[in-house]
C-alpha cells in the first residue's frame, strides 16, 4: 500500500457487474481497501443508518429497484437489516464520506 493511500470499506457482491467495478476502481486508485459481502456478512441496522446518513443517503433510495415498497426511511432500514438482498450496491465508505456507487464511478467522488 502507498503511503497515504485512501482507506476504503466496500459492501459488495461479487455477483454484481457494478460492485465489481467499483472494486476495480477503488483498487485501481491504490486505496486500501476492505471488502465485505454483505450478504454473508450484513450490516447491523444501525451501521445501515449510519452509513446512510453519512452519505446523504435516504435508506428508501438505498433500496434495491424490486425491493418490496415500505411506507417509511424506518421500514426500509428494517426490510435491509432483515433481508440484505435488498440493499442496492455497491455502498463504499471512505475518510471523506459514504456512496452508493451507481454509477461505479462516484466513488471517485470519496477518494
Given amino acids: 500500500m502507498a503511503s497515504g493511500a485512501a482507506k476504503a470499506t466496500i459492501y459488495h457482491n461479487p455477483r454484481c457487474a457494478k460492485s465489481r467495478q467499483a472494486l476495480a476502481l477503488l483498487q485501481e486508485s491504490g486505496a486500501d481497501v476492505t471488502v465485505i459481502e454483505y450478504l454473508k456478512t450484513p450490516p447491523a441496522r444501525d451501521t445501515l443508518a449510519a452509513l446512510l446518513a453519512r452519505g446523504g443517503i435516504a435508506p428508501r433510495h438505498a433500496l434495491r429497484p424490486d425491493a418490496p415498497e415500505v411506507a417509511d426511511d424506518a421500514a426500509a432500514l428494517d426490510l435491509m437489516a432483515r433481508d440484505p438482498a435488498t ?9 471523506k464520506g459514504v456512496r452508493l456507487a451507481r454509477p461505479p464511478e462516484l466513488v471517485r467522488e470519496i477518494l
Fill in 87 to 95: 440493499i442496492e450496491r455497491p455502498l463504499v465508505e471512505t475518510d
